[in-house]
Nanobody
Framework: QVQLVESGGGLVQAGGSLRLSCAAS????????MGWFRQAPGKEREFVAT????????YYADSVKGRFTMSRDNAKNTLYLQMNNLKPEDTAVYFC?????????????????????WGQGTQVTVSS
């Protein structure tokens, strides 16, 4: 089992940057594929990015590709999301999630269902 705690959210102007962190408990962090999702008011939870357990491979939603970078430090049990050139439409609560399920097709990891564990979320607000 793993527990996840996000931090780093806040208020930023359009064009600015934020780095989110997700601290994980447990000694097996590197065995979990991780994901970032976001949820804006009145909208469904939306996939942002996912990363393999080793950190070698990442996959992004088209809406954030080229602006966001997901990474992890398994020695520190920490996941990151570097967000650059933020836009007002990036405003949402951001969640990190972990899964021990394996699928050959990485597109499965763009859905929330495969993820076993979720953090409580951190608010990101981008003003225009």
């Amino acid at each position: 089992q793993v527990q996840l705690v996000e931090s780093g959210g806040g208020l930023v102007q359009a064009g600015g940057s934020l780095r989110l962190s997700c601290a994980a408990s447990g000694r097996t962090f590197g065995t979990y594929r991780m994901g970032w999702f976001r949820q804006a008011p009145g909208k469904e939870r939306e996939f942002v990015a996912t990363i393999t357990g080793s950190g070698i491979s990442t996959y992004y939603a088209d809406s954030v590709k080229g602006r966001f970078t997901m990474s992890r430090d398994n020695a520190k049990n920490t996941l990151y999301l570097q967000m650059n050139n933020l836009k007002p439409e990036d405003t949402a609560v951001y969640f990190c999630a972990a899964t021990d399920k394996w699928y050959n097709d990485r597109s499965y990891y763009t859905a929330a269902a495969p993820y076993n564990y979720w953090g409580q979320g951190t608010q990101v607000t981008v003003s225009s």
